[in-house]
């Protein structure tokens, strides 16, 4: 099962103005100043994710991040614009089943961050089930999502997400969970922080075997 071309394009993260949006956000002056995205891109990277998969990756924040080991997918043509220009390698969903990126066990992790509360249930297990083919059989899934504070800040925001609902997707399509946190902060201030996120780790549950 996959999300439908149809659901996708009346998505509110679909066309050039939620693409807009991103770039409005992320180029705030006093964002720049301050280096806001400074210990997101530590974080990460502490991680050693390898070489991976993207789903969902906008404008290519995350990518940038990765310093060009990855590939971005992304619903919206107008992100993936964005993110090219960028100097990154990204293509909407159409694109990336066609690429000579869309190789069966060829990444080491598949990073879904702020994608998630985006979607239903129903269509966050179909995105992950899409693209888990493309991960290692030793590979890793990395889910962020926002938590109280950041999920109130987004109308774009459909299903609240947290550490049991991460699991939650993981265990539905073969995945355990090894190991959560809170991040920047302490989970206790994300009802007031609104860039505390949710991170979980996870791994395919019966390595060898495919997804």
Not at 166 to 178: C, S
Not at 186 to 210: D, H, M, T
Request: glycine fraction near 10%; aromatic fraction near 8%.
């Amino acid at each position: 099962m996959t999300v439908s071309d149809a659901d996708r394009d009346r998505a509110p993260t679909a066309g050039r103005e939620y693409a807009d949006r991103l770039q409005r956000l992320g180029d705030r002056r006093y964002k720049r100043l301050l280096g806001i995205q400074a210990p997101f891109r530590w974080n990460v990277r502490r991680l050693n994710l390898g070489r991976t998969l993207d789903v969902g990756c906008g404008i290519g924040r995350n990518l940038a991040h990765l310093d060009g080991n990855g590939v971005g997918v992304d619903h919206n043509p107008d992100s993936i614009a964005v993110a090219r220009q960028r100097g990154l390698e990204a293509y909407t969903v159409e694109e990336f089943a066609g690429s000579g990126a869309a190789v069966p066990g060829s990444f080491d992790s598949i990073l879904l961050a702020h994608v998630l509360e985006h979607v239903s249930l129903g269509d966050g297990l179909a995105l992950i089930r899409t693209y888990l083919p493309y991960l290692k059989p030793t590979g890793q899934v990395c889910m962020i999502t926002p938590q109280e504070s950041g999920y109130r800040s987004d109308s774009t925001h459909v299903r609240f997400v947290d550490f049991d609902g991460l699991t939650e997707l993981a265990e539905a399509v073969g995945l355990r969970t090894t190991r959560q946190y809170s991040f920047p902060l302490p989970r206790s201030l994300g009802k007031v922080f609104r860039y505390n996120e949710f991170v979980q780790l996870s791994a395919i549950a019966q390595p060898g075997r495919a997804p």
